[in-house]
């Protein structure tokens, strides 16, 4: 079936890496994407990865991506309070001539001053 | 440079009514997608719309119903309101049927009471 899985919370103090992890379930998926979710907006897109790669650094994040275990993971570098935020992960899969995107249930991310 | 944007932000119906929802594409986008967001969850796909096409639908009932415009802006239709529809609705869009990446509307809070 298709299930994208994360922990529920996680919770650092300012200035330390946070890393936030996903497994999916697709092995079809082409793109796989990073959403940060504040309270009472939308969801903003923060970095995706191509299924061919291992890993993106793009300024404080780095994503990586374990093909064979289905496994991505959301690093934040130097993590501050603004970074407190509900963390999506995403897998884009084909589907019938178009693509599906198929979102975890997120990850609650709480920086401690 | 205009992103997606979504109206109304906040809407309170009784059960049994009817809601339409809309959404403005990102400028440049041509594909716009519907999810819904229950509390505590993840976005859950509701349809995609393509050149004022439904080209694919996620597993929700025939009360829920969309359109696109020939300026690809879309509506979301929910008919015979019910209790468990009360949810934060997305509007998402992308360019043609690859579909990536997706950027997101700040939402539509509905309440059904």
């Known amino acids: 079936g298709e299930d994208v899985e994360q922990s529920l919370f996680l919770s650092v103090r300012e200035g330390d890496s946070s890393v936030i992890n996903c497994t999916y379930t697709?092995?079809?998926?082409?793109?796989l994407y990073w959403y940060k979710q504040e309270p009472g907006a939308g969801l903003q897109l923060l970095t995706y990865i191509f299924s061919n790669m291992d890993m993106k650094q793009d300024q404080r994040l780095t994503v990586l991506l374990n093909k064979k275990d289905k496994h991505l993971s959301l690093r934040i570098a130097d993590t501050q309070t603004g970074d407190s935020a509900i963390y999506f992960c995403?897998?884009?899969?084909?589907?019938?001539?178009?693509?599906?995107?198929?979102f975890g249930t997120g990850t609650r991310l709480k920086v401690l001053a | 440079d205009a992103g997606v944007t979504q109206s109304p932000t906040h809407l309170i119906k009784t059960r049994g009514q009817q809601v339409t929802l809309r959404c403005s594409p990102k400028?440049?986008?041509?594909?716009v997608s519907w999810y819904q967001q229950a509390l505590g969850q993840g976005p859950q796909f509701i349809f995609q719309?393509?050149?004022?096409?439904?080209?694919q639908r996620g597993n929700f009932p025939d009360r829920f119903s969309g359109h696109q415009f020939p300026n690809y802006s879309s509506e979301l239709n929910v008919n015979a309101l019910l209790l468990g529809d009360s949810a934060l609705y997305l509007c998402?869009?992308?360019?043609?049927?690859?579909?990536?990446?997706?950027?997101f509307g700040n939402g539509t809070r509905l309440t059904v009471t």
């Open positions: 998402a869009s992308g360019a043609g049927l690859l579909n990536s990446p997706l950027h």
């Open positions: 719309y393509y050149e004022e096409e439904e080209r």
């Open positions: 400028s440049g986008h041509d594909t």
């Open positions: 697709d092995s079809s998926s082409t793109y």
């Open positions: 995403a897998e884009r899969a084909p589907t019938s001539g178009t693509y599906k995107y198929i």
